[in-house]
């Protein structure tokens, strides 16, 4: 499913500029509308579910951003940011010619959180134009989670460090014709989005809910 994905959009354009972030939410919600507060389940001894606090003290007992926790509300964001792409934030798709979007859920904040690669056509392309495509991806994140949304730039200089201490980076400008860097990229990639390191959503809102997500 990824790797279609990914060679799909990098065999279609002579040369691409991958951008990986994280899209993730603030730990304390604004209001009790958007809070909710996380909870483990027990069986009683009459076989009964029931809620009991949770051994995952993420923020001293009190209530979090809901969609932290909340897969569907999670979910209902993350098809916000990739809904109407017309108006202000227009220019940010206009280069864009593909896109994916994994959520998981666990990890250091313990929360829901989506792994995004964005792909945009690098003819004419600067650096200054891709940082700015950064910033405004993350406000366009934040404005569609009403303030509670935050991001990470992977392309961050310490996150590379502990990445290229591990192997090699490969989030640099793809040539289609450099068949090494594409075969890298592609495996990088599709094995990070399709590990299982106990960060899976495991229950999901509705039976056709999709935690893996691609498009232009």
């Known amino acids: ?8 959009v990098v065999n279609q354009h002579k040369s691409l500029v991958p951008v990986r972030v994280d899209l993730y939410y603030q730990l304390d919600a604004f209001g009790a509308s958007d ?6 389940w027990v069986v ?8 009991v606090p ?26 916000s940011f990739f809904g109407n792409r017309r108006g202000a934030d227009s220019h940010l798709f206009d280069r864009m010619v593909g896109h994916v979007c994994k959520l998981e859920q666990g990890g250091r904040s313990g929360a829901n959180h989506f792994h995004c690669v964005f792909f945009f056509d690098a003819k004419g392309l600067t650096v200054a134009d891709v940082n700015a495509l950064k910033y405004g991806l993350g406000n366009r994140w934040q404005r569609a989670t ?40 592609v495996g990088y990639i599709v094995g990070y989005f399709t590990k299982d390191d106990g960060q899976m959503v495991r229950v999901m809102p509705t039976l056709k809910a999709q935690t893996f997500t691609k498009g232009r």
């Open 146 to 185: 009403n303030g509670m949304g935050m991001m990470f730039d992977c392309h961050d200089k310490a996150y590379r460090r502990s990445i290229e201490s591990r192997g090699s980076w490969v989030l640099n400008l793809l040539d289609s014709a450099n068949q090494a860097h594409v075969g890298a990229f």
């Open 44 to 51: 009683t001894s009459e076989g009964i579910w029931m809620p």
């Open 1 to 8: 499913m990824a790797t279609d994905a990914m060679s799909e």
């Open 54 to 79: 949770s051994c995952l003290q993420m923020n001293a007992g009190r209530p979090e951003t809901r969609a932290r926790i909340d897969t569907a509300a999670a979910m209902a964001h993350r098809d």
């Open 35 to 40: 809070a909710m507060l996380r909870v483990g």
